[in-house]
Nanobody, 121 residues
Framework: QVQLVESGGGLVQPEGSLRLSCVASGSISRINAMGWYRQATGKERELVAAISSDGRLNYVDSVLGRFTISRDNAKKTVHLQMNSLKPGDTAVYYC???????????????WGKGTLVTVSS
């Protein structure tokens, strides 16, 4: 089994910063893409940022220039540095990873349980 555990959410004022972290654990042979999704109340889950195993990046337009995704392959972690936060960024943020489990040759998608980010004055 593979687990993804997020940390770092909370309440922050507009224009503030937060750093989300996610660590993967379990019978992991390799992790392909890792990323962060978010889901605001009443809205569909959307991709925020993703990073491939070789460092290619992908961001949703609304966070360009404000959010930065990074990963540490040795530590099986992915981070999301969020700056200049806006009320519209309020959502539950989910860690996502495409993981090749020991004994298999294809990736399986895993999700964390989510961490709430609230941007409000």
């Amino acid at each position: 089994q593979v687990q993804l555990v997020e940390s770092g959410g909370g309440l922050v004022q507009p224009e503030g910063s937060l750093r989300l972290s996610c660590v993967a654990s379990g019978s992991i042979s390799r992790i392909n893409a890792m990323g962060w999704y978010r889901q605001a109340t009443g809205k569909e889950r959307e991709l925020v940022a993703a990073i491939s195993s070789d460092g290619r990046l992908n961001y949703v337009d609304s966070v360009l220039g404000r959010f930065t995704i990074s990963r540490d392959n040795a530590k099986k972690t992915v981070h999301l540095q969020m700056n200049s936060l806006k009320p519209g960024d309020t959502a539950v943020y989910y860690c996502h990873a495409d993981v090749v489990v020991v004994g298999l040759y294809y990736g399986i998608e895993y999700w964390g349980k989510g961490t709430l980010v609230t941007v409000s004055s």
